[in-house]
């Protein structure tokens, strides 16, 4: 018998829909355009990585590109608002992919992750002698051998000796109606 995870999402409560009409819910790319507006494409550059890289870890579903976002632990997840509902899943273990928080908010920031504090202390160097930050290296054209850097950086992301925080955020491909345990309004 596989291991269960209990887990927890916020989501919009237009989801409450597929689930109905499909037993499941997978993350579209027009809710992520709708969501992020002006923003999306800087979203979807970034996700579009994520999916390169947590595929070869947790085989997504075919029709899949995008992953839902989830809480680990009760007391972690995310206060709900008026239009959205948080939704308790209990998964298989397999099926959950897992990361260091502080690692992927460097990677939707643009930033590079550092291997250790030398490796941050020399790429800072690197940057203070072009003149730039991460982010500028990363969005303009001029620093292409930086952004390679910083995009390579990235595959710290799912290398556990490598730690940033203690905080943990998980996705997973998609949600079936079958793993809901409950939906809070």
């Not at 203690?166 to 793993?179: Q, S």
Request: proline letters at 4%; glycine letters at 2%; charged letters at 30%.
């Amino acid at each position: 018998m596989k291991n269960k995870i209990r887990i927890w999402t916020k989501q919009h409560e237009n989801i409450l829909k597929d689930l109905e009409a499909n037993d499941r819910y997978i993350v579209k790319k027009e809710y992520i355009v709708g969501k992020m507006e002006e923003h999306a494409s800087l979203y979807l550059d970034v996700y579009n990585w994520y999916y390169s890289a947590a595929s070869k870890l947790v085989m997504p579903p075919q029709d899949v590109q995008y992953p839902i976002w989830v809480s680990l632990a009760e007391e972690e997840k995310i206060a709900n608002s008026p239009g959205n509902v948080q939704i308790e899943i209990l998964v298989d273990e397999d099926q959950l992919i897992t990361m260091d928080f502080d690692k992927w908010g460097r990677i939707v920031n643009y930033m590079y992750i550092p291997a250790d504090t030398q490796d941050e202390q020399e790429h800072a160097a690197l940057l203070r002698r072009y003149g730039v930050d991460d982010c500028t290296a990363y969005m303009k054209p001029f620093y292409p051998n930086i952004r390679q850097k910083i995009i390579k950086s990235w595959d710290r992301l799912f290398d556990e000796s490598i730690v940033l925080t203690e905080a943990r955020v998980g996705t997973i491909w998609e949600l079936k109606k079958e793993w809901i345990v409950s939906i809070t309004r």
